[in-house]
């Protein structure tokens, strides 16, 4: 079976084409982060007009590369949701009217399933039930992962995601956007040591989340310390300090919330997805955490961390082989900019 995916949610336009026999015979990906950067964030607007743009020519270069004509395909799979109205908008209709003129399934895609199920694209694979840790710019999750489609979500962030926090906190020290690996980069020159930045909710039960207080207290310390400076080399090693500081409060507050929720279900695997898990220093924790409380963490390659075509073309062929999908037998195109996981069946 062949499945297109089609990845539209937010700056990236991904399209690839997974075989559930060969495995990913296609894999091509658009970044759209230099048109975003000069902004700060991502323009929803100029998001949706250059998946326009790139859209249906990556799904040409996808055919190309693996060596298929549409008529090869089996079954269409693109996110539905959640994300930009907009960006997803041009995937669905896209991916739905190819299914409708193809007369094959269309597969609409949860973007965070698609992320959940990034790791068993890898050899080194988690089996049903895991526990997971969904980590991106808009989402952070921990989820409890019985089978395809049920999802049991047991935190969730009160305010901002671990990747927006990474993003404005790079931001605020003048690291370019999308700043999470500008900051990680920066931490490795750092000391980690020199202050001391808040555990967001550890000291309360539960396995939420929360990262505002964690970026007041960065912004707070960045601009009274900077006051103190006398020179710019000064000026360089409190940002690298700051960086290692954040970045150190952030990993042990969600490595330490993994442990938890793995006490909390006796699940002994944890699969760790979504952007921020490209985290070296993260993947550090968890895997001596993993050690020590004797469960195994499951990373996807760092390419399939971010967002990407394979993880839906994965999921789609995961959903078709299940044969849990829903396909309309009119041209409906649905996009949802709000879609809760746990209502996936
Ligand atoms: O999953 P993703 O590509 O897009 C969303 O679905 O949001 O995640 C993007 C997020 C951004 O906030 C980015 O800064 C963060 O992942 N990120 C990182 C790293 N690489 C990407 N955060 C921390 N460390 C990294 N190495
Ligand atoms: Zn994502």
Not at 279 to 285: D, G, I, K, Q, S
């Amino acid at each position: 079976m062949k499945i297109l995916g089609i990845e539209s949610s937010c700056d990236e336009t991904g399209i690839a084409i997974y075989d559930t026999d060969q495995g990913l015979v296609a894999d091509q990906l658009y970044s759209q982060i230099e048109l975003h950067a000069q902004y700060g964030g991502v323009v929803p607007e100029l998001a949706s007009r250059d998946h326009v743009r790139k859209i249906v020519p990556l799904i040409e270069q996808a055919c190309e590369e693996a060596g298929l004509t549409l008529d090869d395909l089996d079954g269409i799979a693109y996110t539905s949701g959640p994300g930009l109205i907009g960006a997803l908008l041009v995937g669905a209709c896209v991916g739905r009217s190819v299914a409708w003129a193809l007369d094959k399934p269309a597969i609409e895609i949860h973007h965070m399933e698609g992320h959940l199920l990034a790791p068993l694209l890898e050899d080194d694979k988690p089996e049903f039930p895991f526990l997971s840790l969904l980590v991106s710019g808009g989402h952070t999750l921990l989820v409890d992962v019985q089978a395809l489609g049920e999802y049991k979500i047991l935190g969730d962030t009160l305010d901002d995601a671990a990747g927006e926090a990474f993003d404005k906190t790079a931001k605020l020290l003048g690291l370019p956007y999308p700043g999470g690996r500008y900051i990680a980069e920066l931490a490795t020159q750092g000391d980690n040591t020199r202050f001391k930045f808040p555990r967001p909710m550890m000291n309360r039960p539960g396995l939420d989340f929360s990262f505002s207080g964690l970026k007041t207290f960065t912004r707070v310390t960045w601009e009274t310390e900077v006051e103190l400076c006398s020179n710019d080399e000064e000026k360089q090693k409190l940002k690298a300090d700051i960086a290692a500081c954040f970045e150190l409060a952030v990993t042990d507050t969600l490595s330490k919330k993994c442990v938890r929720a793995i006490k909390q279900t006796g699940l002994k695997s944890l699969v760790i997805a979504g952007g921020v898990s490209a985290n070296v220093a993260l993947r550090e924790m968890l895997s001596t955490l993993g050690q020590k409380h004797r469960f195994k963490p499951f990373f996807p390659s760092p390419k399939y961390c971010t967002d990407n075509g394979a993880m839906i073309a994965f999921a789609g062929a995961m959903r078709m082989a299940a044969n849990q999908y829903a396909s309309y037998g009119e041209a409906t195109i649905k996009a949802y900019p709000r879609w809760n996981l746990e209502q996936l069946s």
